[in-house]
């Protein structure tokens, strides 16, 4: 017979799998807009991050996600927005 935890033992723990966003918004724009901090007046980067681009998650703070850069263009981490004006600039992958 089995051990009796032997069914609990076969699941991944959580923390394990990082989720990650692709970008939406930014169609017809360059992509989305990139700051270096959380705070929606921290210094924009020089680039955007593309649309189609994959981004891990690496904090995600109300609207706001910092992420790294995993598929695509665009600067390799920093502070985007989840949404703006109602609209979803990310989704889940």
């Not at 959580?14 to 724009?29: D, F, N, Y």
């Amino acid at each position: 017979t089995a051990p009796a935890n032997s069914a609990g033992a076969a699941a991944a723990p959580t923390e394990a799998r990082s989720l990650q966003w692709e970008v939406v918004g930014g169609v017809g724009k360059g992509g989305i807009l990139v700051r270096s901090g959380q705070d929606l007046r921290s210094p924009a980067v020089d680039a955007r991050l593309a649309t189609g681009a994959i981004v891990e998650q690496l904090e995600l703070v109300g609207e706001r996600l910092r992420y790294r850069l995993v598929r695509g263009s665009g600067p390799t981490d920093g502070w985007i927005s989840t949404r703006i004006t109602g609209k979803d600039l990310v989704r889940p992958a």
